[in-house]
């Protein structure tokens, strides 16, 4: 079982990511599809190693699939959806999940 602290660091983490991808939306340039890619990709890293350290946050992959369909476009939205879910399911097989 993960350090409690890590866990709460790495949600901490994810929360500020996602909070500063909406402030980027606001007060970004005109051309924001690099920087919400970046974002996206970044939360998306942070989720999976959320994931991996405890299976409560397989979860937090809900309100990610709305973000891949929204930034993404509807084909690889659904693409990235489809992977995500896959990611869920090996992360969660080391936490018996899996079993």
Do not use: K, N
């Not at 340039?29 to 890293?45: A, E, F, I, N, Q």
């Not at 930034?71 to 969660?92: D, E, F, Q």
């Amino acid at each position: 079982m993960p350090a409690s602290g890590d866990v709460v660091a790495l949600a901490v983490l994810l929360l500020l990511t996602y909070g500063f991808g909406g402030y980027v939306a606001r007060h970004g340039s005109d051309d924001r599809r690099l920087p919400s890619y970046l974002w996206l990709l970044g939360l998306s890293v942070e989720w999976v190693c959320l994931v991996w350290l405890t299976p409560d946050a397989a979860y937090l992959v809900f309100p990610l699939f709305f973000l891949y369909l929204h930034v993404l476009g509807r084909r690889w939205g659904t693409l990235a959806v489809l992977v995500a879910v896959g990611v869920s399911i090996l992360a969660l097989g080391p936490h018996g999940g899996g079993a």
